[in-house]
């Protein structure tokens, strides 16, 4: 089955009047298995259309939040599914969309508790260090207004609370973080990580370059690596390469964006990389 086909008999399904909402999900998802035997890229981009076109369908038929648990089922998928096919910049479409769902607080917990560690785990693998923050910050006030924060690992606490300083946004949108969050958040780390975090809100073992942590690099990002990637297309990527590599990214994102970029070496200078 082609792309072409598959999205001309999801349209199809769509346009029938006469299909509730279930009946067009059952028949788009049974379509998944015309194509299971293909290629895994070729299987996953199809899958990727599948969902998508799922989510409108469900959207559209979401008031009021009736089927919030669906939609986030359905981001699920989708997230992953780009995560697979290493297409990160969509991720950013996948983060607005469950914002836009969850930012009216009216999600219930249940929908949320299995759904929004997944996603905020494929927002994670991209850049969308924004998005990200919100995502987290919502997902622990759910489980903070429901009683249920116990329940939310320390591990996405402290990456909530890591990025909330990282980000150094002004208010954006710490309005959400009141005293209330706070108090209990504290509670569940000890005043020496709380102090760790605050003097050393590093993500990951390796010190990243401020500028990393900004809406203009989360903006230009993927187009960047797309110019260098099609520049070493045929560059062999033997011992040393990644020096090579961030030469020329420090020379595009000056040249090209007028940013100042320090490499994973200029920030990491007792580390040895090859």
């Not at 298995?33 to 469900?58: C, M, N, P, W």
Request: proline letters at 3%; one cysteine or more; charged letters at 30%.
């Amino acid at each position: 089955m082609t792309s072409i086909e598959l999205k001309t008999l999801l349209g199809k399904i769509n346009s029938e009047e006469s299909k509730d909402m279930d009946e067009k999900i059952n028949l788009m998802l049974s379509l998944r298995g015309q194509y299971a035997g293909e290629e895994e890229h070729a299987r996953l981009v199809k899958d990727a259309d599948v969902f998508s076109t799922l989510i409108k369908i469900v959207e559209d038929d979401n008031e009021p939040h009736i089927h919030d648990h669906i939609l986030l089922k359905l981001y699920v998928l989708l997230a992953e599914t780009y995560v697979e096919l290493e297409d990160y910049r969509r991720l950013k479409e996948i983060a607005h969309g469950v914002l836009g769902l969850i930012r009216h607080e009216v999600t219930p917990w249940e929908a949320m508790e299995d759904t929004m560690p997944r996603i905020i785990g494929a927002v994670g693998e991209s850049v969308f260090n924004h998005a990200l923050y919100e995502l987290l910050l919502r997902y622990v006030r759910a489980a903070f207004v429901s009683g249920r924060l116990d329940t939310v690992s320390t591990g996405r606490i402290r990456r909530l609370l890591k990025l909330r300083v990282l980000l150094n946004e002004g208010e954006w949108p710490y309005s959400l973080f009141n005293k209330d969050l706070q108090d209990a958040i504290s509670k569940l780390l000890t005043s020496g990580e709380l102090l760790k975090i605050i003097l050393n809100p590093q993500i990951g073992h390796l010190r990243k370059d401020p500028v990393e942590y900004t809406w203009e690099w989360e903006n230009i990002y993927y187009d960047v690596e797309d110019k260098l990637n099609e520049r070493f297309a045929n560059a062999p990527r033997q011992m040393g390469f990644c020096f090579l590599f961030w030469r020329a990214k420090q020379e595009v994102l000056e040249k090209e964006y007028g940013i100042l970029w320090r490499s994973p070496s200029l920030m990491n200078p007792h580390v040895i990389f090859d």
